[in-house]
């Protein structure tokens, strides 16, 4: 992931929001469920806005505040991806919204992309 100190956007805007990906929508009901119950996440309601600088599978999430959400916190959770490594995905809420996914397999490294519908096993979701 690009550095959160340099100043630098971490993620390049995409030039028309995208729905949320079935994948990824299914990580996001996951860790949102561990901060909200009943989860309050609506996938009509959650769009794509941007993708990581550096070719991770992580992206930049716009969506309305959502009831029960706290203002900000990170939480997350490790599964495993298609090779069977270790994939760390955290939703990040600021403001009570839901604002990344970070979809990240710490072996492989910066810019290395993980099919989110690929991330299976994932254990108990808690702060980060």
């Known amino acids: ?22 994948g990824e929508q299914d990580l996001l009901t996951y860790l949102v469920a561990a901060v909200a119950t009943p989860s309050p996440a609506r996938p009509a309601e959650v769009v794509v806005v941007g993708t990581c600088r550096c070719g991770c599978s992580s992206v930049q999430l716009q969506a309305p505040p959502l009831p029960g959400l706290p203002g900000h916190r990170a939480v997350g959770a490790t599964g495993r991806g298609p090779a069977g490594r270790a994939v760390d995905v955290v939703l990040h809420l600021v403001d009570g919204r839901l604002h990344e996914l970070e979809i990240f397999d710490p072996a492989a490294g910066e810019g290395a992309a993980v099919d989110p519908a690929a991330v299976t096993d994932l254990g108990r979701p808690g702060p980060r």
């Open 1 to 22: 992931m690009p550095d959160p100190n340099s100043g630098e956007p971490a993620f390049t805007p995409l030039d028309v929001p995208r729905p949320i990906a079935p």
